[in-house]
């Protein structure tokens, strides 16, 4: 099974709503990723989980929140958004984030696409 | 990691090769040649990877250059089902996780 599922499909939400993103994988995976990508654009790395802890972060605002509760499930909490936070974000996942130990396959769910208004 | 140049679109006859090239002038010797594709409304797919040596697999093969500063993505008998946007990324693989950098890649078109 080499499927990483994201849930919902589509969201939409006010300036003022909190709701999350949830991401899933099976494989065994150690690594976890969130990715953010505009209409047109290539998809820009959030944050990195190894081994349930958090180990990048680009610079993200606050009003995301990752949290990756154990080693098969990822979230992303969403608060006080602004519309141009508007897009589809991309969880993946990988074997453990790059131990050194080799190159790693990243494999990707379909996305949550999301619109705030 | 070291910036990638693709052309921004390609077309492709149905049954024939697809070419699409990527160069990386600037890459280093540790760092990694990946190519992903990305299907309209779908996360990005892994497709091959290599460092030097020419590599293939069941979805294509993957070209590099002696002096590594360039390499093509082949898909040999690219189908309708192939309309994608493909990207190439060099990245080198560290301890401080394993982060793809996404340039703009070439948006290919399959045509009947």
């Known amino acids: 099974d080499t499927e990483v599922t994201q849930t919902p499909k589509h969201l939409v939400m006010g300036m003022t709503n909190k709701k999350s993103l949830k991401c899933e994988q099976h494989?065994?995976?150690?690594?976890m990723y969130w990715y953010k990508q505009k209409a047109k654009k290539p998809p820009e790395l959030m944050f990195v989980y190894s081994y349930e802890k958090l180990s990048i972060n680009e610079s993200v605002p606050s009003r995301f929140s990752p949290e990756c509760p154990n080693s098969s499930l990822l979230n992303l909490h969403l608060h006080a958004l602004q519309p141009e936070d508007s897009a589809l974000y991309l969880c993946a996942s990988s074997q453990d984030g790059g131990s050194g130990r080799g190159v790693e396959t990243q494999y990707f769910g379909p996305g949550t696409r999301l619109l705030v208004l | 990691d070291a910036k990638t140049t693709q052309p921004t679109s390609m077309d492709c006859a149905e049954g024939r090769a697809a070419n699409l090239p990527c160069n990386h002038s600037?890459?280093?010797?540790?760092?990694?040649v990946y190519w992903y594709r990305q299907i309209h409304s779908q996360g990005p797919q892994y497709i091959i990877h290599?460092?030097?040596n020419n590599e293939t697999n069941e979805m294509a093969s993957l070209i590099i250059t002696e002096d590594r500063k360039s390499s093509t993505l082949i898909l040999p008998h690219a189908t309708l089902r192939d309309t994608a946007v493909y990207y190439c990324?060099?990245?080198?693989?560290?301890?401080?996780?394993?982060?793809?950098?996404f340039g703009g890649g070439t948006r290919l078109m399959v045509k009947p």
């Open positions: 290599g460092l030097k």
């Open positions: 600037t890459i280093s010797g540790n760092e990694y």
């Open positions: 494989m065994g995976h150690r690594a």
């Open positions: 990324i060099v990245r080198v693989v560290h301890n401080a996780g394993n982060m793809l950098t």
